[in-house]
């Protein structure tokens, strides 16, 4: 109850679905006292004893509903909720200023930079990679093969996320090939040399949140918001909403079938424009 209450959720009636995603990342960030974070197990078991709490509670009449049957995408690193927030372009800044590796960069440039759902940065080629071209794709680009219902898509390249790529692809990924005693197709490789992982991706993010809450880059109001690998996809759709792409451009940016899909990151926008003309 302390957790919630330092929410201002005083009473259990008042627990939504919102909370209960916060505190599912909450609990997946929390560093241990010796350091790292829990293991999948203990986080999955703390879940599911929440979960059938609150369960019981609604079947007990105490509840009005169950707010954890609310929560979708319960694997680690995937918890949201369509009402939870999006970073802002300053928290991503403090993510990128407290990198200390190229792969780390990579990571992030994937994610926010090219708008990549993590089974999209996972399945990434060095075949797919383009170090700079012509006209609009002057930086590069990314060609997302198979995206969500086998579509392809060819996504540019910034000039930002071009060099991060171009440094880590000559830098310690060449280590990595050379640790490993293997060549590799994939573009992002683990600490072992092979194809980095849905699961080391979000690992890889919550180790920047985790440092960035630490240096009091952020502070851990950021716990709430969307901090699983998708929500830099979520994040970069929204900005880019935010200076003003139309919601078809960001449709082919991420990769949308219908546009329907982007207009879950308007409501964001929306808000931004209430504060700019003052209502």
Same mark, same amino acid.
């Given at each position: 109850m302390a957790w919630l209450e330092a929410r201002g959720v005083l009473e259990i009636e008042a627990v939504s679905v919102d909370d209960v995603a916060a505190y599912w990342r909450y609990i997946e960030l929390r560093p241990k006292p010796g350091g790292g974070t829990l293991a999948a197990s203990t986080i999955g078991s703390?879940?599911?004893?929440?979960? =059938?709490?609150?369960?019981?509670?609604?079947?007990?009449?105490?509840?009005?509903?169950?707010?954890a049957s609310g929560v979708r995408n319960e694997r680690r690193g995937e918890v949201e909720s369509e009402e939870v927030p999006a970073l802002t372009q300053g928290e991503v800044q403090a993510l990128y200023a407290v990198t200390e590796s190229q792969v780390e960069r990579a990571v992030l440039g994937l994610g926010y930079g090219c708008g990549l759902r993590v089974s999209? &940065?996972?399945?990434?080629?060095?075949?797919?990679?383009?170090?700079?071209?012509?006209?609009?794709? &002057?930086?590069?680009?990314?060609?997302?093969?198979?995206?969500?219902?086998?579509?392809?898509?060819?996504?540019?390249?910034?000039?930002?996320?071009?060099d991060d790529l171009v440094d880590?692809?000559?830098?310690?990924?060449?280590?990595?090939?050379?640790?490993? =005693?293997? %060549? %590799?197709d994939a573009l992002v490789l683990n600490s072992r040399g092979k194809r980095m992982r849905q699961?080391?991706?979000?690992?890889?993010? &919550?180790?920047?949140?985790?440092?960035?809450? =630490?240096?009091?880059?952020?502070?851990?109001?950021?716990?709430?918001?969307?901090?699983?690998?998708? =929500?830099?996809?979520? &994040?970069?759709a929204t900005h880019l909403l935010e200076r003003g792409l139309s919601l078809e451009q960001v449709r082919l940016f991420l990769g949308h079938q219908h546009l329907e899909?982007?207009?879950?990151?308007?409501?964001?926008?929306?808000?931004?424009?209430?504060?700019?003309?003052? %209502?």
């Open positions: 703390h879940r599911a004893a929440v979960r =059938g709490a609150l369960a019981m509670l609604h079947h007990a009449g105490e509840l009005a509903s169950d707010p999209e &940065a996972v399945a990434l080629d060095i075949g797919a990679i383009r170090f700079g071209g012509g006209g609009r794709l &002057a930086a590069g680009s990314v060609t997302v093969e198979k995206g969500k219902g086998g579509r392809r898509r060819v996504v540019p390249l910034s000039a930002g996320v071009r880590y692809y000559y830098g310690e990924r060449v280590d990595l090939e050379e640790l490993s =005693g293997q %060549r %590799r699961w080391t991706y979000n690992k890889v993010l &919550a180790g920047l949140i985790g440092r960035a809450i =630490g240096e009091q880059r952020l502070s851990t109001e950021v716990l709430t918001k969307r901090t699983s690998y998708h =929500g830099l996809r979520h &994040a970069i899909t982007t207009e879950v990151y308007t409501h964001v926008s929306a808000e931004l424009l209430g504060e700019l003309v003052g %209502r």
